[in-house]
């Protein structure tokens, strides 16, 4: 009897996850270095214009690629410009996902704490908006760090048509 | 003076007020460029600045970094740094931050001038 009931559950994720088609888009590969940022704001914009996102929210997704990329090229793989960044681009039934991987050292941006922008500002801080801006612009963000046997860390954004 | 494709700087000195007008993209890697810019004018005690953004396309944190970077000191020394004629584009990335509470982001170079005349220093109302 339990295990009918299980069996059900498997079944009914099972047709939820395929009802969820996604399509793969394009993908680029980006050295560390941040004179690629300029190629990656452009191939997201291009593309996410393509499959139909509005204007505002492309730029939007475009700054928190931006973010991302620059954050990941200064920390994680350290300015090494024969080290790595890939990005995926997919599309669901209502959502345009921008999947961003690395080789460098794993980083949650979930374990980061928005700041008090009063204090701040008082205090005539610098840096460390980034994430902020990440969190405030995507609808979702997931992160999925690397491990022995799938080295590369995954960040994936996205954004709701 | 040192500059990129990407963006492009140009600085016009009148009444005692440096007018630099940006154009094209302040992110991670253009963002230096334009401190060191602004590090030579405060190092030559000129820090009374208008900044024109008409024709800036693109800013990061990076870019609002470069901001954050000099204000204490500029207002220290009786400066500031007061910003106009932002695209809605550029503003929304100051205002999803809250950066209006920290600078004067006005419409023109003469109400920018009137703030600097009148001592009005800080977050546009």
Do not use: W
């Given at each position: 009897m339990k295990k009918k009931r299980y069996s059900n559950l498997i079944t009914?994720?099972?047709v939820a996850v395929i009802n969820k088609?996604?399509?793969?888009?394009?993908?680029l590969i980006a050295s560390g270095d941040y004179k690629e940022l300029?190629?990656?704001r452009k191939f997201i914009s291009e593309y996410a214009e393509k499959s139909?996102?509005?204007?505002?929210?492309?730029?939007?997704?475009?700054?928190?690629?931006?973010?991302?990329?620059?954050?990941?090229?200064?920390?994680?793989?350290?300015?090494d410009n024969k080290r790595t960044i890939r990005i995926d681009l997919e599309k669901t039934s209502d959502e345009f996902v921008v999947n961003i991987e690395d080789d460098g050292q794993p980083f949650n941006p979930n374990s980061v704490k928005s700041p008090d922008m009063k204090k701040y500002f008082k205090e005539y801080r610098?840096?460390?908006?980034?994430?902020?801006?990440?969190?405030?612009?995507?609808?979702?963000?997931?992160?999925?760090?690397?491990?022995?046997?799938?080295k590369r860390n995954l960040l994936k954004l996205s954004k709701k048509y | 003076m040192k500059q990129s494709n990407a963006l492009k700087i140009d600085t016009v000195t009148r009444d005692g007020i440096e007018l630099i007008t940006i154009e094209g993209f302040l992110d991670a890697h253009t963002a230096p460029i334009l401190e060191k810019h602004?590090?030579?004018?405060?190092?030559?005690?000129?820090?009374?600045?208008?900044?024109?953004?008409?024709?800036?396309?693109?800013?990061s944190s990076a870019g609002l970094?470069?901001?954050?970077?000099?204000?204490?000191?500029?207002?220290?020394?009786?400066?500031?740094?007061?910003?106009?004629?932002?695209?809605?584009?550029?503003?929304?990335?100051?205002?999803?931050?809250?950066?209006p509470m920290?600078?004067?982001?006005?419409?023109?170079?003469?109400?920018a001038i009137f703030k600097f005349n009148n001592n009005i220093i800080g977050g546009s109302d």
């Open positions: 009914t994720l099972s088609q996604i399509n793969h888009i394009a993908t300029i190629k990656i139909g996102l509005d204007l505002k929210k492309i730029d939007e997704l475009v700054l928190a690629v931006d973010e991302a990329c620059s954050n990941l090229i200064h920390y994680s793989i350290e300015f610098r840096g460390g908006l980034g994430i902020h801006i990440i969190k405030n612009l995507t609808d979702e963000l997931i992160y999925i760090p690397g491990t022995k046997s799938k | 602004i590090e030579t004018l405060v190092n030559s005690n000129r820090i009374r600045i208008i900044i024109d953004f008409s024709a800036l396309e693109y800013i970094g470069v901001f954050m970077s000099h204000i204490e000191e500029i207002r220290n020394k009786g400066g500031d740094i007061k910003m106009i004629k932002m695209t809605d584009k550029v503003y929304s990335v100051f205002d999803l931050l809250g950066f920290l600078f004067n982001l006005e419409k023109n170079e003469e109400e």
